[in-house]
């Protein structure tokens, strides 16, 4: 099987069900959508039958295509190999990469924020206070409405919004916004531009760098 298409659909897995639906429809929802995957995967193989055979390296069982329990439940243990390729990082990077398109956002550089923030981490505080996968500290937590910073698809909605503001705020000045996030809007407000911080320039520089290996350039 193409590995690229697999990469496309444990993405797509981790937005569509991975994140939506309650704790109790997600099992069901999971398994729906993976027979529904492997049937796009046979049909981009050329495979005819009941079953198709996934390449070893993938590490699953043949998903047969059976409108029965038994089918549901191989579809299930599917879903589940799916999301343990993926790993929490690849599920937090599609958490936040969904809120950056939800709020109209390029993905990559919600992403590179991340990354740069917390590397991903959901549960670290930094020594100033900041909190979650994107680090966002108390007083912007709660402005924003985040009522648990360490809920990894709360803070990514809440970071990504607040970056969007911080666009908006400097007319879409990319590194005017990241300085902002780092160091505060009021400090680029003073300055007139970027801080003369050594670490906010590194903080942009490194986001920079990060956005670029995520958009491919």
């Known amino acids: 099987m193409d590995a690229s298409l697999v990469a496309q659909l444990i993405r797509l897995q981790a937005l569509e069900i991975g994140i939506n639906g309650t704790q109790e429809n997600k099992s069901e ?9 492997a049937k796009l995967i046979a049909a981009k193989a050329g495979v005819r039958g009941n ?5 070893p390296g993938v590490n699953l069982a043949e998903v047969p295509f059976l409108p029965s329990k038994q089918a549901r439940a191989s579809a299930a243990a599917a879903a589940a190999s799916f999301r343990a390729a993926v790993g929490p990082v690849r599920e937090y990077e599609a958490m936040v990469e969904k809120s950056a398109l939800r709020h109209g956002i390029d993905p990559a550089l919600c992403k590179a924020v991340a990354r740069a923030e917390s590397d991903f981490n959901p549960r670290v505080t930094s020594r100033t ?4 996968l994107m680090q966002l500290m ?5 402005d924003l409405g985040v009522k648990n910073p360490y809920d ?4 990514a909605d809440g970071g990504v919004r607040y970056l969007k503001s911080m666009l908006e705020r400097f007319d879409g000045d990319v590194n005017k ?3 902002a996030y780092n160091a505060g809007p009021g400090a680029v407000e003073r300055y007139g531009g970027i801080p003369p911080y050594e670490e906010t320039t590194r903080y942009i520089q490194k986001v920079i760098r ?8």
């Open 29 to 37: 929802q999971s398994a729906e959508f993976s027979l529904m995957l």
């Open 138 to 142: 108390p007083g912007t937590a709660r």
């Open 210 to 217: 990060y956005q670029q290996k995520y958009t491919g350039v």
């Open 152 to 155: 990894p698809e709360q803070n």
């Open 177 to 179: 916004a990241l300085a």
């Open 51 to 55: 079953t198709l055979p996934l390449n």
């Open 129 to 132: 206070g900041a909190m979650g």
